[in-house]
DNA sequence: CGACGGCTTGATCCGAGTCAATCCTGGTGG
DNA sequence: CCACCAGGATTGACTCGGATCAAGCCGTCG
């Protein structure tokens, strides 16, 4: 079960760039650009296992991806999301501490840790890099803690919506990859807290609705006011 | 407020190695011990404040360490405490993300981050180990999301208990260098809740509590099942 | 001895969870 | 084109775990 995780899927795809891509890429991005190959993955189908060994490093090229753990009673916890760009699965340790499966079909980007490591040894901007992301996942960990361990389910809903808002750099309408269901693990809360809050949030005026998955937000501010 | 946090609390210590220091290193550690210099902070003093520019890298020789972030109407999360050998501050970006501050009278050695970054450049093996450490902090967060989301009161309470009892190599008997209020901000809980669960565990005959900072195991595998 | 800070305990409350129906909505087949 | 279906989302009624409010207790230190 160990390296079958990227082979299962399918078929690597051909190495184009994107069409618009940046000209400054990070050092990192510039390694994925460089040894990484495009993978695609179904909808909900896991890209690694948690204690699986950590082989391979990700980016995510389109769709969405989720991180979590799972007690043994089935509770769940989504640690992160991972957008178009975002890079997960640095691990130093030898397994996974989290698994991850695509939220939608995906195309991500599969980078041999040995070979980018083996790179970052000779290039410092290289290793800088890669430090800095998985510092970068550390502080977003850390934001987490505080929304989990003391936001009530107004102000988990309000950062929610104002970070996807952000990651999706949208004026007005958040486009959710995810169901209620993930989003309940992610802010853990239950799916019916989360539509009741939603629901709640649309009579105040702060959002609508317009479909289960698109949210327009109305009212930054009140979602600020919320957010703490 | 820059350049103080260091210099306000005391004077830099003559820098001896401790007693029975271990004779492997860390790239790490080796380079605390070389650049570093250890610090005294007294009980609940501030070593560095969050959006403070994040100029040093921290190692505890002696004490504990709470790291944690506050919002407007004073509700706290901490992320993690640091016990002798441990790590933190280890940020990428400009400034630090939560705030540090001694729970009893402590030694840190502080480094500059500057130097430490500059031979990690030309140091694979340093880069490599900072970047393990950062990788750790993070695999550790995502572990406490998943007890601040999805765990109750006793399972919380449990797991910090065989937490701090694996840290501290605790046979039997484990000493909390915090108090309940910070354990409660640690397990997202409140004070009067850990308490009681507590007292809830003594009854059980899980635990004992010959005084409010010492707590005995006396059945790691009723504690163990509580985990998850 | 008194006072203070940290901890425990009790009584009550309330926000989110649980259980149980619906209600869409998008996809399928007739 | 429409009826039907399935899975996801919403809503309602009720419960309950942990928060809140309020005393006490205990140990340490002056």
New binding site residues.
């Given amino acids: 079960m160990q390296t079958q995780t990227v082979a299962a899927s399918t078929r690597p795809l051909p190495s184009r760039p994107a069409p618009t891509q940046k000209v400054t890429l990070g050092a990192l991005s510039s390694a994925f650009a460089l040894h990484g190959a495009p993978v695609r993955f179904a909808r909900n189908t896991e890209v690694y296992g948690e204690s699986e060994q950590a082989e391979y490093f990700y980016q995510v090229v389109s769709g969405a991806v989720r991180t979590y753990k799972v007690m043994q009673d089935g509770r769940r916890q989504i640690g992160a999301f991972y957008l178009p760009g975002d890079v997960f699965g640095l691990e130093a340790g030898e397994d996974h501490a989290f698994s991850a499966e695509a939220i939608v079909d995906s195309i991500v980007r599969v980078a041999r840790r040995s070979t980018i490591v083996a790179h970052a040894a000779r290039d410092g901007e290289l290793a800088a890099d890669i430090w800095t992301h998985t510092a970068g996942g550390f502080r977003l960990a850390q934001e987490h803690m505080l929304l989990l361990g003391r936001k ?3 102000e988990r809903v309000a950062s929610f919506l104002l970070d996807m808002a952000r990651r999706e750099s949208a004026i007005e309408v958040v486009e959710l990859p995810m ?3 993930d989003i309940a693990d992610y802010l ?9 809050t ?2 709640q949030l649309e009579d105040k005026e702060a959002i609508e ?1 317009p ?3 698109r949210v327009r937000l109305r009212s930054r501010a009140s979602l600020q006011r919320l957010n703490g």
Avoid at 188 to 196: A, C, H, K, Q
């Fill in positions: 009530n389910a107004e169901s209620r269901q853990g809360l239950t799916i019916e807290t989360v539509s009741r939603l629901t609705l479909s289960s998955r």
